[in-house]
């Protein structure tokens, strides 16, 4: 078994911000990463999802991006460029394609990670592993029966194969939009629907509004609650994906459906609409099977963090979980995890000594 002062599992934004500020601080830091190269979840998007349709790329620390990003660039090429040049830049060695099974309590201080290319104890450990490996899939009934074609936007690869077709798109996120807009050339008509009515926003969506939006998904995690993503707080602001779909004429909402039928949709009042396709853009989880051991769950189905410490185990950083599952706050949550790892085993080294 190896022994390290940290573990980082995920080298997306969050993990890689975790560990330069880690390294910065003098602390021995292994990062372990699932993918084949780097990139985390932006390697998997569609090529469709080009850069002029993401809300943007945020530096990670320390490192500038070079030049502006050509706008009509496909996002799975333009971020796993920019985190390889990172890791590269600040001479961080991510040992990937690694698998991390189960962490639990060793002994003494330690926390072992166990992983599909051996074992680490660690001090701390920072867990960053996002959201992109679990898809939510709701449930409605009938939906075994439909005899189209049900996909999640996780695997979502563009317009072209729904082209004809007459498509619903489920969900009020930024998910959606970029799926309706882009259906909006090609499909024989669109259903937007969505279980809320969506909340517009006109105004400029800055600093201090970002930071506030943040605020509000952190009481959420701070109760011990199940965290509610970003957008959910801050509504659709004004991008030129929503604008194109508006413009479009895709952007009439439904409310939820009651029941998936063999060949479409009915409503509780009685409405049908005939569909080929659904797309589920209804976001994901958190990706934390592997935290089991520790138990963390709370009574209200979360895990309680301050900040990125987990309560019932202050060794363990969520940084990628509920505020910093965004890119609003995943920068500042790396640092604020490095900043707690280093004053924890700053105390307990002078409790030991």
Known sequence: MDITDVVVIGAGQAGLSGA?????????????????????????????????????????PGVRQEERQDGAAPAREVVPAYYGAYEAAIGLDVLRPVRVTAVGRGGGDRLVVATSRGDWAARAVVNATGTWTRP???????????????????????????????????????????????????????LWVTRREPVWRDDAFGEVARRDAVALVEERVRAGLPPRSVVSVTGLSS?????????????????????ITPDGLTWPDGRYERVDAVVWATGFRSALDHLAPLRLREPGGGIKVEGTQVVREPRLQLVGYGPSASTIGANRAGRTAAGNVRRLLAARTLLSA
């Open 20 to 60: 330069y500020f880690l390294r910065r601080f003098g602390l021995g830091t292994v990062v372990l990463d699932a993918e084949d190269g780097p990139g985390g979840a932006w390697r998997h998007r569609s090529p469709s999802l080009t850069m002029d349709k993401i809300h943007g790329i945020f530096d990670l």
């Open 136 to 190: 939510y899939w709701p449930y409605y009934p009938g939906g075994g029966d439909f005899r189209g074609r049900q996909i999640h936007y996780a695997g979502y690869r563009g317009s072209g194969e729904f082209a004809g077709q007459r498509v619903a798109v489920v969900g009020g996120g930024a998910s959606a939009m970029h799926v309706l807009a882009e259906l909006a050339d090609v499909a024989a008509g669109t």
């Open 239 to 259: 991008t030129p994906v929503i604008r194109a779909a508006r413009e479009k004429g895709v952007l009439k909402r439904l409310p939820m459906f009651a029941r």
